[in-house]
């Protein structure tokens, strides 16, 4: 099975930080680009983070720039996405999904759903 797994979701107060894991099993992340996606209550989803298979190229959507951060460790096999400042409208689930061939951009900014995605998790942003 190729599976991706997201854990790390939970309650935070506004203001506080959280850090998500993504974690493949069945087949090795440092062949493709990784995305953080979320989706809130009546919202669209939305490509929030993505990098490249090397880490070296990044891209934000203008909402979390600044305040998010992506990283991965390839040789763990699993990406992370640091979460700082967090407010209330960042409550939604997030899921992370794994693509070959594609650029970071286009992995947060196209309207398909290709490759390997998670199941997702839950971030409740409240006081």
């Known amino acids: 099975q190729l599976q991706l797994v997201e854990s790390g979701g939970g309650l935070v107060q506004p203001g506080g930080s959280l850090r998500l894991s993504c974690a493949a099993s069945?087949?090795?992340?440092?062949?493709?680009?990784i995305g953080w996606f979320r989706q809130a209550p009546g919202k669209e989803r939305e490509g929030i983070a993505c990098?490249?298979?090397?880490?070296?190229?990044?891209y934000y959507t203008d909402s979390v720039r600044g305040r998010f951060t992506v990283s991965r460790a390839n040789a763990k096999n699993t990406v992370y996405l640091h979460m700082n400042s967090l407010k209330p409208e960042a409550t939604a689930v997030y899921y992370c999904?794994?693509?070959?061939?594609?650029?970071?951009?286009?992995?947060?900014?196209?309207?398909?759903?290709?490759?390997?995605w998670g199941q997702g998790a839950q971030v409740t942003v409240s006081s």
């Open positions: 990098i490249s298979s090397s880490g070296r190229v990044t």
């Open positions: 999904a794994a693509r070959g061939l594609t650029t970071t951009k286009e992995m947060c900014t196209a309207t398909s759903r290709p490759g390997y």
């Open positions: 069945g087949f090795f992340l440092d062949s493709y680009t």
